[in-house]
């Protein structure tokens, strides 16, 4: 049973330019969540995905974007890329109609190093 | 807005040794969930264990178990036995129980724990 898959692992981009980061969520979730974690800091929620609709939104500004999927995966997109954006993005994923104790489950990131 | 405080920044344990993360949150909501989550280096978010405010119970899991005060708003994470694999960053969590399952994490700072042998 494959859990939340990440993509890229690692990548590194110049100020003002665009990127894409991938998530495809655990067998039987349907809901994505995305983070940012800063160096030394905890996650901070960007947005989380359910039906192909964003449904909550953290405090970040338009440059963040996303999509999902027909088969629930999804994508963070981050434009004009600032050197503040430098960080861990993590997606989580859950299913919507579980029970509110279900935690949510993790990927192991992309790493995004802008120079 | 839901708030999670971690003050402690590091802390060092004694292999074999206990040692309790603090772990402090403000909310409105009378109803919710906690969590505290392990990061070790590989950098994946593992759960450790979760408490539902509604009980009274404090949770366990072998050899994590925390301190629920619910008045004080506190939430420490206890673990016996310390072992040289739970060096980590360790997060505590806050979610709100009534946007169900998929409301947002709120994360502490986290606090690094390292395990001596």
């Known amino acids: 049973d494959a859990g939340v898959t990440q993509s890229p692992t690692h990548l590194i981009k110049t100020r003002g330019q665009q990127v894409t980061l991938r998530c495809s969520p655990k067998s039987g979730h349907d809901t994505v969540s995305w983070y940012q974690q800063a160096l030394g800091q905890g996650p901070q929620f960007i947005f989380q995905?359910?039906?192909?609709?964003?449904?909550q939104r953290g405090n970040f500004p338009d440059r963040f974007s996303g999509h999902q999927f027909p088969n629930y995966s999804s994508e963070l997109n981050v434009n004009a890329l600032l050197l503040g954006d430098s960080a861990l993005y993590l997606c989580a994923s859950s299913e919507y109609r579980g029970g509110g104790n279900q935690p949510q489950h993790f990927g192991d990131g992309t790493r995004l190093s802008i120079l | 807005a839901q708030t999670v405080t971690q003050s402690q920044p590091e802390m060092s344990v004694q292999e074999a040794e206990t040692v309790t993360l603090s772990c402090t949150y403000d909310t409105s909501e009378s109803d919710y969930y906690l969590f505290w989550y392990k990061q070790p280096p590989s950098r994946q978010m593992i759960l450790v264990i979760r408490?539902?405010?509604?009980?009274?119970q404090n949770a366990t899991e072998n050899r994590f178990s925390v301190n629920f005060q619910k008045a004080a708003k506190s939430f420490s994470l206890k673990i016996s036995d310390s072992q040289l694999g739970d060096a980590a960053m360790y997060f505590c969590?806050?979610?709100?129980?009534?946007?169900?399952?998929?409301?947002?994490?709120?994360f502490g700072k986290g606090i690094t724990l390292s395990v001596r042998p």
């Open positions: 969590a806050y979610r709100s129980m009534y946007t169900g399952a998929n409301s947002k994490l709120t």
């Open positions: 408490q539902e405010a509604y009980k009274q």
């Open positions: 995905y359910y039906e192909e609709e964003e449904r």
